[in-house]
């Protein structure tokens, strides 16, 4: 009798197990990557000193996005999951070689480039940052903003987020890191009849629907949104020059 009670509790127990660890799968625990944002990211800046005596913490959170299942998400939360992918392993990536550089493109080979390079495990899979944004975000998202949410860890990049993206505030997200980019003046401003915008727009123009300064029209706001308007469509572009320097 008493040993029955005991198979029954230990085989209640084991389905209580099996159901948390199913539901688990169904989201991602980015716990441990929100505190790291937090602290070691300030302002438009990282502070990769310190995120280096974090790495080990980093790398628990890596070994939790390699070992998810992306069948168990849709939607935003696939969306955030791969956003958030591109930038901790972008972090990882400058802390393999930090503080021995000062810019990310002093990663890689001769005729290799840090996105080309294969580093990032997922389910079993090796793949580049080029892959992440080229292969997944980009055309199977098909969201310009995406282009404000990944950083290349460059001060010319839109800042990264001292947050996790989560699926049920992507859009709010999306359009705060777009707005934010747009109406700072380092990033978007006009001289005479030039609108000086970010190579960003340039560099994927197609995303933009080969119209840049609908898009820019779109998020500004404030002296930006007033200078566009007295414009209207009689405004040049003119595509900045890329501060590659470490975000730090």
Same mark, same amino acid.
């Given at each position: 009798?008493?040993?029955?009670?005991?198979?029954?509790?230990? %085989?209640?127990?084991?389905f209580?197990?099996? /159901?948390? &660890?199913?539901m688990?799968m @169904?989201?991602?625990?980015? !716990?441990?990557? /929100? =505190?790291?944002?937090?602290? &070691?990211?300030?302002?438009?800046r990282v502070?990769?000193?310190?995120?280096?005596? *974090?790495?080990?913490?980093? @790398?628990?959170?890596?070994? $939790?996005?390699? !070992?998810? *299942?992306?069948?168990?998400? =849709?939607?935003? +939360?696939?969306?955030?999951?791969?956003?958030?992918?591109?930038?901790?392993?972008?972090i990882?990536?400058?802390?393999?070689?930090?503080?021995?550089?000062?810019?990310?493109?002093?990663? #890689?080979?001769?005729?290799?480039?840090?996105?080309?390079?294969?580093?990032?495990?997922?389910?079993?899979?090796?793949?580049? %940052?080029d892959?992440?944004? &080229?292969? $997944?975000l980009?055309?199977?998202f098909? @969201?310009?903003?995406? &282009?404000?949410? $990944?950083?290349?860890?460059?001060?010319?990049?839109?800042?990264? %987020?001292?947050?996790?993206?989560? #699926?049920?505030?992507?859009?709010? !997200?999306?359009?705060?890191?777009?707005?934010?980019?747009?109406? +700072?003046?380092?990033?978007?401003?006009?001289?005479?009849?030039?609108?000086?915008?970010?190579?960003i727009?340039?560099?994927?123009?197609? *995303?933009?629907?080969?119209?840049?300064?609908?898009?820019?029209?779109?998020?500004?706001?404030?002296?930006?949104?007033e200078?566009?308007?007295?414009? #209207?469509?009689?405004?040049?572009?003119?595509?900045?020059?890329y +501060?590659?320097?470490?975000?730090?």
């Open positions: 009798m008493m040993n029955n009670f005991k198979y029954i509790i230990g %085989l209640s127990l084991l209580l197990f099996v /159901a948390s &660890h199913c688990a @169904d989201t991602i625990d980015n !716990q441990i990557y /929100a =505190s790291l944002l937090k602290k &070691h990211v300030i302002g438009k502070n990769y000193d310190e995120f280096k005596k *974090d790495e080990k913490l980093l @790398d628990k959170y890596l070994a $939790i996005l390699s !070992q998810t *299942d992306v069948k168990s998400l =849709s939607g935003n +939360d696939l969306f955030a999951f791969y956003i958030n992918v591109y930038n901790a392993f972008t990882k990536l400058i802390l393999t070689k930090y503080p021995g550089i000062n810019s990310i493109k002093e990663i #890689g080979g001769f005729f290799s480039n840090p996105w080309s390079k294969k580093f990032i495990l997922l389910r079993g899979r090796t793949v580049s %940052l892959h992440i944004e &080229h292969d $997944i980009r055309p199977k098909k @969201d310009p903003r995406v &282009h404000f949410a $990944i950083n290349c860890a460059s001060k010319s990049c839109p800042p990264l %987020l001292n947050e996790p993206y989560e #699926g049920k505030t992507l859009e709010t !997200q999306l359009d705060n890191q777009a707005k934010s980019f747009i109406n +700072d003046k380092k990033n978007t401003f006009i001289k005479g009849d030039t609108l000086f915008i970010s190579k727009f340039k560099w994927f123009k197609k *995303d933009f629907s080969d119209n840049p300064l609908s898009f820019i029209k779109r998020y500004a706001s404030g002296e930006l949104k200078e566009l308007n007295s414009h #209207g469509e009689n405004i040049n572009l003119s595509y900045q020059t +501060d590659w320097s470490l975000n730090r």
